[in-house]
């Protein structure tokens, strides 16, 4: 993951089949597995919904909503 917002910060992960633990490394001020973390909640949320189920909208004030 790269934040594009300007802070550098950027996250990898390697993922095999199986249990964990799985290695990760990330740099820069931004925490991106956190923000991950935080989308992954919202997913689950709503049910765990496709790809072509889950969307954003953004608002003209900045508001989102998923």
Known sequence: ???RDGSGAWAIGEYEPGPG???TEACGSRDLW???GS???VREAAGRPGRDRLGVTVHPDGRQEV
């Open 39 to 41: 989308a992954r909640a």
């Open 21 to 23: 633990p799985y290695e």
């Open 34 to 36: 956190e923000k991950a």
């Open 1 to 3: 993951m790269v934040d």
